[in-house]
Every structure is written in C-alpha cells, then in structure tokens.
C-alpha cells in the first residue's frame, strides 16, 4: 500500500522497560485513512505502550510515521484520550473549557459544551469528586471536540453506562464519515464488532491476528475435542492452541483437508465468532497451550 494512503505506518516496534520486561515485541501495523482501527488485547498486553510509542511518550526501537512523518512535525493534528482519565483534577468543567480554548485553536468550545450536557457533567463539581465514567465522558468532550486528522483514543469506554458508551461510539463512527481517522485501544470485544473497520489482537507484546471479523469466518474453524492423551492437533494449519476443561481449542485454516482431518476425532468443528477466536488466542498464550 501506497505510503499518502496511510496514517499509521509502524514496522518492528519493539519496546523494553526496565527489569527486561518486553512490552511490545516487534510489532507492524498499517492503518488506512478515514478507517476506524482498534487494537484489542486482555489487560498488559501492550496496548497502551503502542499508543505511547506512537505519540513519543516513550522510547522505543522501530520505526513509526503519522501521516508519513514523526510525530514531532504532526502532533499538532492529533487529538488524545489516554489510558489514565486524570484531566486537570484541581479544576471545575468551566474552568477546563476555558483552558483547553486557551491550549488549542483547534478546540471547539460550542461543541465540547453540548457534548458535556449529552453526558450530564456537573459544571461546578471539581474534577477529583467525578466518578470514572464521568471523567471519561469530559475527556472524550473535550478530545472529540478538538478538529483533528487523527483520533487515538485509550480505553474510550471505560466506565461508561451502556447508554452513554453506545452514545459515544457514534460519535466516533461520525469521526470517519468526516474524513478522520481513529485509533483505539479496548478489551471489549462486542465495541469492537460494532464498529471496527479493521482491528488487531494482540496477546503477550505480539499481534496475533490483523484483519476483520468476515475475514476470520472466512478463513478459520473453531475445533473442539475431547482431551485424551492422544489429541493430536495437525499443526500445519493451526494458528492456536488451548486446553480447556476436559477439552482442546483450536483454530485452524478453513479447507476441505483440514475439515476431514478432525471428522473421525470426535471434533465440533463449527465457523469462529470474535469471542471464541479471541478468547483461544489469548488462552493459546498465557500458559494453557500444549
């Protein structure tokens, strides 16, 4: 793909903290513009670090381009939710609003003002008194309401109610219809089937699957037999692996030659939903792998 049409570009991301801990473990990621990209993954799988390598708040080895530059020469184009909802917590929604005008001329203070209301925040409450959902909803008013090209967005729905959360990833698919772009991070899998354009999971600092939900029914079955001493999984088209109770998990390829291969083992085989497929991922690397 043609670099003019990406707004991420990341090739063999790598990043260790102190203690020798591999956060990120050779990561490359493509993101297409006006697209919605989410990047799935159970808690301390390396999320949040990949947001941060791409911002510049860490140091890391590999390459990254936004737009196809670093991000010191765009950063001015991105608007930002972090993982941590800690927004100027000695300050009231009033005072933050006429803050962030002062901060941005991208900022929108109309905008940020009917957002706050759609989430019914408290004007006169400092910060610190709000509950996490609340402190979510203000960040997002004010990030959503900043015109950038690029939305990167950590854990946009944490502490949300059902209604504000469905709420709010409207407001993110509107995002794309006017020619944006938005990079997300969540655990949640059904935000992600609602309205991921492309998404990636990542278990244990690697990216385990790049695609799409039609893509993963196309080309992977779910495969669940008895555990017996004997359970073999064919290895030449098994993405992963993992013990259950009384039972084995695997994905594997689609073909014909794979599906008869399980049919005389007392096989389920049946088309993976995002669940399932996710689930066996993280399962297949957090220890309960053959």
Same mark, same amino acid.
């Given at each position: 793909?043609?670099?003019?049409?990406?707004?991420?570009?990341?090739?063999?991301?790598?990043?260790?903290?102190?203690?020798?801990?591999?956060?990120?473990?050779?990561?490359?990621?493509?993101?297409?513009?006006?697209?919605?990209?989410?990047?799935?993954?159970?808690?301390?799988?390396?999320?949040?670090?990949?947001?941060?390598?791409?911002?510049?708040?860490?140091?890391?080895?590999?390459?990254?381009?936004?737009?196809?530059?670093?991000?010191?020469?765009?950063?001015?184009?991105?608007?930002?939710?972090?993982?941590?909802?800690?927004?100027?917590?000695? @300050?009231?929604?009033?005072?933050?609003?006429?803050?962030?005008?002062?901060?941005?001329?991208?900022?929108?203070?109309?905008?940020?003002?009917?957002?706050?209301?759609?989430?019914?925040?408290?004007?006169?409450?400092?910060?610190?008194?709000?509950?996490?959902?609340?402190?979510?909803?203000?960040?997002?008013?004010?990030?959503?309401?900043?015109?950038?090209?690029?939305?990167?967005?950590?854990?946009?729905?944490?502490?949300?109610?059902?209604?504000?959360?469905?709420?709010? @990833?409207?407001?993110?698919?509107?995002?794309?219809?006017?020619?944006?772009?938005?990079?997300?991070?969540?655990?949640?899998?059904?935000?992600?089937?609602?309205?991921?354009?492309?998404?990636?999971?990542?278990?244990?600092?690697?990216?385990?699957?790049?695609?799409?939900?039609?893509?993963?029914?196309?080309?992977?079955?779910?495969?669940?037999?008895?555990?017996?001493?004997?359970?073999?999984?064919?290895?030449?088209?098994?993405?992963?692996?993992?013990?259950?109770?009384?039972?084995?998990?695997?994905?594997?390829?689609?073909?014909?030659?794979?599906?008869?291969?399980?049919?005389?083992?007392?096989?389920?085989?049946?088309?993976?939903? @995002?669940?399932?497929?996710?689930?066996?991922?993280?399962?297949?690397?957090?220890?309960?792998?053959?």
């Amino acid at each position: 793909m043609e670099r003019d049409q990406l707004t991420l570009r990341i090739r063999n991301l790598q990043k260790t903290y102190s203690g020798n801990v591999k956060a990120v473990r050779g990561i490359d990621v493509d993101v297409e513009n006006q697209r919605i990209y989410a990047l799935l993954g159970p808690n301390g799988a390396g999320k949040t670090t990949v947001l941060k390598s791409i911002l510049g708040l860490v140091k890391y080895s590999g390459s990254v381009e936004v737009f196809g530059r670093p991000i010191e020469e765009v950063r001015e184009r991105i608007s930002f939710v972090p993982e941590e909802k800690n927004l100027y917590e000695n @300050l009231d929604i009033e005072s933050t609003l006429r803050l962030s005008s002062r901060i941005s001329p991208r900022f929108n203070e109309k905008q940020a003002r009917e957002l706050i209301e759609n989430y019914k925040l408290p004007y006169r409450k400092k910060i610190r008194t709000f509950s996490n959902g609340m402190r979510t909803a203000l960040y997002l008013a004010v990030a959503l309401s900043t015109d950038a090209d690029l939305y990167i967005l950590d854990e946009p729905t944490w502490g949300l109610d059902p209604i504000m959360r469905d709420d709010t @990833l409207e407001l993110i698919r509107e995002k794309v219809i006017l020619g944006k772009t938005v990079i997300y991070t969540s655990h949640v899998i059904p935000e992600v089937e609602k309205i991921a354009d492309e998404f990636s999971i990542m278990v244990s600092g690697k990216i385990k699957y790049t695609g799409n939900l039609d893509g993963i029914k196309e080309k992977y079955r779910i495969i669940k037999m008895p555990l017996k001493d004997k359970t073999k999984p064919s290895s030449e088209r098994c993405l992963a692996v993992a013990k259950e109770i009384n039972r084995l998990s695997m994905i594997v390829e689609y073909s014909e030659a794979t599906e008869e291969y399980y049919k005389n083992d007392e096989a389920a085989i049946s088309i993976p939903d @995002l669940e399932e497929f996710f689930q066996i991922l993280v399962r297949s690397e957090n220890g309960n792998a053959l």
